[in-house]
């Protein structure tokens, strides 16, 4: 009975409990403590309309200082503004950024400069969501900024901003079919054409590059100019037979998804593979690099079908620059071959154009050369500073690098410099000149350079630590291994060039010479020069031309490595290179 009595008080206990709950949820009292403090903070500070329509940024310089702040008082505003960032940087600073804090009156920026605002005033406090006064500074920068459209009463000084490094970044993409079905066709746009863009690639009507091709989809690429960037990219619209970008695929995996991929950076001597026949040759100029004063041609393939099917991947580089930036009279063209990676030929293709850029910036230097007309000096120093800015331990790749550079007279000059494989030849006035020598194992002069170290190979040899080559750059754990490995380069001799000898430069991968003789190669530029002079039509830039058909003869000859050709016509009656936009 007893126990009955507990178990009823302890139920009348627990529904008291329930009632008192469910009665301050629905009459909610501690609304009646939060509505006095808050009466209580308004009492302290009131809020005024005009508070809270102030903008951020504020137009009053004279704007009260009245407040405290525990805030830091440098605001980098980098991540803000990328956008515009690329825009405002000197292609020549690419991957460089230099902070430099602007005086209060200055209204400029330098090329290849970020931007940080610095509160000037130390004594200047700031709380959170206090608007900021608009410095004198950064007045120009703000109304740049704001949609691209300036106000009229800045317009002079916002033009000398932005707009002069806009019109430098003017870039001619150049595509050609070099294999399957449309082989042949061609199509350029200019970046500073956005009536033209984007470019596509596809299969039917209104493709910009129309492909007969039944592998290629009706929408299958598209290449468009990341103006932040300032790259040409090109993105897989979802196609069903995929695309490759020198050998790899960029196509959303799922195919059957018709899903797009994701948007990849093309450069120049890329090739594009739509389906499995259809290869299109990708080639970028710059503004600077359509003044060419002589004619360039550059085309590579991967080759990828050579073996059985089986994908090769590119391992070359080709590269040029014309002029050397901040020198003039000066350009490069060079080949890297790269081997257990692209990497290594990817860092020297890059960082060879800036250690001669540097070395010749000096005028004592650059006078010297002009002077003696001989660079030797300089391409050794070069070769041995990208030596030693690489850092690829167990990659490594040929190097070939030809020098060109005119006097005050306007007579042109070359000189070659390489290491491993790639060659280089010259026709000047019908007669041939070798401008590269042989870094084979197996060849007679590296055989004499390894017997003079007292080290020479056992008979039959021709590897050491598994590669072919005994002179690179990169490759530097190998090196560490056997001291016979070198990155030295062999110089050739000055050549002058008379342009109206007839004469041009060819450098090539070992892809292309492993198949055609010195001799053919001269045989094919010489037919097919003739033949420009006898057509009628009007001419095309012939060298790229004859860089095709000495590509198309590698082909033929059924080479199985990849292979990249630069073609230099200094003669003088032939077309100079152009950015020329043709109708598709």
């Known amino acids: ?41 308004s009492r302290s500070r009131s809020i005024k309309v005009e508070d809270v329509e102030r903008p951020l940024v504020s137009d009053d310089v004279n704007h009260s200082q009245d407040q405290s702040n525990d805030l830091t008082r440098n605001y980098d505003l980098e991540g803000a503004c990328y956008q515009s960032e690329a825009l405002l940087r000197s292609p020549r600073n690419k991957g460089l950024v230099h902070k430099q804090r602007l005086p209060p009156a200055s209204h400029h920026l330098a090329q290849g400069d970020s931007l940080v605002l610095e509160i000037s005033d130390p004594s200047e406090d700031l709380l959170v969501g206090q608007t900021l006064k608009r410095p004198l500074a950064t007045e120009h920068l703000i109304e740049a900024l704001k949609l691209g459209r300036p106000e009229n009463q800045n317009e002079n000084s916002i033009q000398e901003f932005v707009p002069k490094v806009i019109s430098d970044q003017r870039s001619c993409l150049s595509l050609e079919v070099v294999s ?6 061609r199509c350029s746009v200019q970046s500073t054409n956005p009536s033209r863009l984007p470019l596509t690639l596809g299969r039917v009507s209104p493709s910009d590059l129309l492909l007969k091709d039944a592998e290629v989809s009706g929408k299958h690429a598209m290449i468009t100019w990341n103006s932040n960037k300032l790259k040409w990219e090109l993105v897989d619209m979802g196609s069903l037979n995929g695309t490759l970008l020198n050998s790899q695929p960029i196509n959303h995996p799922d195919s059957g998804s018709r899903q797009w991929g994701h948007p990849m950076e093309l450069a120049s001597g890329d090739t594009i593979t739509l389906g499995t026949t259809s290869n299109i040759q990708v080639h970028i100029l710059s503004q600077n690099e359509c003044m060419v004063p002589f004619g360039v041609g550059m085309i590579s393939d991967p080759m990828s079908l050579r073996r059985g099917g089986k994908k090769l991947p590119m391992e070359d580089v080709c590269y040029y620059q014309w002029p050397l930036p901040g020198i003039d009279q000066f350009g490069v063209f060079g080949i890297c071959d790269g081997h257990g990676g692209v990497e290594a030929a990817k860092s020297a293709s890059k960082i060879l154009p800036e250690m001669l850029a540097t070395i010749l910036s000096d005028s004592l230097i ?13 391409l050794k120093d070069a070769f041995l500073r990208a030596e030693a800015s690489m850092n690829n331990y167990y990659e490594g790749c040929t190097a070939t690098v030809l020098l060109v550079w005119a006097d005050a007279d306007e007579n042109f000059y070359a000189q070659c410099a390489n290491v ?3 060659a280089c030849l010259m026709n000047v006035g019908g007669k041939q000149i070798k401008m590269t020598e042989d870094h084979k194992i197996s060849s007679y002069s590296e055989r004499l350079r390894m017997e003079g170290m007292g080290e020479p190979l056992r008979d039959g040899e021709t590897r050491l630590c598994g590669l072919n080559l005994a002179r690179m750059l990169g490759d530097k754990f190998v090196k560490q291994q056997d001291s016979r490995f070198s990155s030295e380069p062999f110089i050739s001799e000055p050549v002058h060039i008379n342009q109206t000898s007839g004469a041009f430069a060819l450098l090539a991968s070992d892809g292309f010479w492993d198949v055609v003789t010195a001799k053919k190669a001269i045989q094919l530029v010489a037919q097919e020069r003739e033949k420009e002079l006898m057509a009628e039509s009007e001419k095309e830039n012939l060298a790229e031309k004859i860089a095709n058909v000495l590509l198309n003869e590698a082909r033929t000859q059924r080479t199985k490595d990849n292979t990249s050709i630069i073609f230099l016509d200094f003669d003088s009656t032939s077309r100079r290179i152009s950015c020329k936009v043709d109708d598709p």
């Open 366 to 378: 650059r006078e010297r050369v002009l002077s003696q007309h001989d660079a030797s000096d300089v």
């Open 1 to 41: 009975m007893a126990m009955l009595q507990s178990i009823v008080v302890f139920t009348l206990l627990l529904m008291l409990i329930l009632i008192i709950i469910l009665i301050l949820f629905a009459f909610k009292p501690w609304r009646f403590f939060s509505f006095s403090l808050f009466s209580f903070s």
């Open 420 to 422: 491993g494989d790639s």
């Open 180 to 185: 399957g079905p449309s082989r042949g066709i």
